[in-house]
């Protein structure tokens, strides 16, 4: 198969909390693990991404983490602002690495 | 730069009425890819053109016909509108196939009644 799955579908933290979203995926072949972030009425932009030559990628308060044993990646957000507030999309490259599965999605809410 | 750009922003049609959406990026961009927003359902992938010249199935084709008119352009058609293709359209492009940063256009919201 060529699934992304992604957990949880929503998450509610206080502002000043972490956040982690977690992903998995089928296709041993993928090599690639970006992650995308949504503001309400507006397109998916890029946020972070790893290859699988690394394991941990850090930029500024975001991470991701990525584990290919097990086949899964995850996005770690620290000391959360309400601006982080939006739907997270992890994706990962299928189809032989000729197009890119997105997972369905984490609604993040950040409460002050 | 442009980017990727879509046409129309937002479109009712009626039950059984065609249409196109149109794509363009101006990024040299090898791949380009067709996606459905649903609410809970993430984007799912309709079509995609790995490169100029080639067109795939993704995971929801039904309905729809793409075309790859050339490296910059990558249509979207849907020959007989169904009130269950009611959605957010969003057009993408990347450079490498699905291994590198995909850039999205603004989006299509289409209402099929």
């Known amino acids: 198969g060529e699934n992304v799955e992604q957990h949880p579908s929503t998450l509610s933290v206080q502002e000043g909390d972490s956040a982690v979203i977690k992903c998995t995926y089928s296709?041993?072949?993928?090599?690639?693990f970006p992650w995308y972030k949504q503001e309400l009425g507006k397109r998916p932009q890029l946020i972070i991404d790893i290859r699988s030559n690394v394991g941990e990628k850090k930029d500024q308060r975001i991470a991701v983490t990525l584990n290919k044993t097990a086949k899964h990646f995850s996005l770690h957000i620290t000391e959360t602002q309400p601006e982080d507030s939006a739907v997270y999309f992890c994706?990962?490259?299928?189809?032989?690495?000729?197009?890119?599965?997105f997972g369905t999605g984490t609604q993040l809410k950040v409460e002050l | 730069n442009a980017g990727v750009t879509q046409t129309p922003k937002f479109q009712v049609l009626k039950t059984g009425q065609s249409m196109t959406l149109q794509c363009a990026q101006d990024m040299n961009h090898n791949s380009m890819y067709w996606y459905r927003q649903d609410p809970g359902m993430g984007l799912r992938l309709i079509y995609y053109s790995a490169s100029e010249g080639t067109t795939d199935k993704g995971e929801v084709p039904n309905g729809y016909n793409v075309s790859r008119l050339n490296k910059r352009e990558f249509s979207l058609r849907l020959e007989s509108a169904a009130p269950s293709q009611t959605s957010v359209y969003f057009c993408?492009?990347?450079?490498?196939?699905?291994?590198?940063?995909?850039?999205f256009g603004q989006g299509t919201r289409l209402t099929v009644v």
């Open positions: 994706a990962a490259p299928t189809g032989g690495g000729n197009k890119l599965t």
């Open positions: 296709d041993s072949a993928s090599n690639y």
């Open positions: 993408a492009s990347s450079d490498v196939r699905g291994n590198t940063e995909a850039f």
